[in-house]
């Protein structure tokens, strides 16, 4: 089992930054890919980054230039630097963790945070 805890949340104006942290614990046997997600009041989930364990990125074109994913192996914490936030932003954010159910198995198991909230208001 894997536990994801997020952190970092909270109020901010429009133009800000935050930074959220994601902390992960527990039977974590390799490197693994994570991501963030953010859902918003009435809306789908939704991926914003996603980041290899050898640190390849990808990014949700709506944030793409303002928001930065980043990961610490040797403390298995993955970042997410958000700057130039926009009401739009406004959301819960979400840590995830894709691992195979055993080591070298072929099944997967997605693991998720509890969510962290991100508001973007003046």
């Known amino acids: 089992q894997v536990q994801l805890v997020e952190s970092g949340g909270g109020l901010v104006q429009p133009g800000g930054s935050l930074k959220l942290s994601c902390a992960a614990s527990g039977n974590i046997f390799s490197i693994n890919a994570m991501g963030w997600y953010r859902q918003a009041p009435g809306k789908q989930r939704e991926l914003v980054a996603t980041i290899t364990g050898g640190g390849s990125t990808n990014y949700a074109d709506s944030v793409k230039g303002r928001f930065t994913i980043s990961r610490d192996n040797a403390k298995n914490t993955m970042f997410l630097q958000m700057n130039s936030l926009k009401s739009e932003d406004t959301a819960v954010y979400f840590c995830?963790?894709?691992?195979?159910?055993?080591?070298?198995?072929?099944?997967?198991?997605?693991?998720w945070g509890q969510g962290t909230q991100v508001t973007v208001s003046s």
């Open positions: 995830n963790l894709d691992q195979a159910i055993r080591p070298g198995s072929r099944y997967m198991r997605a693991y």
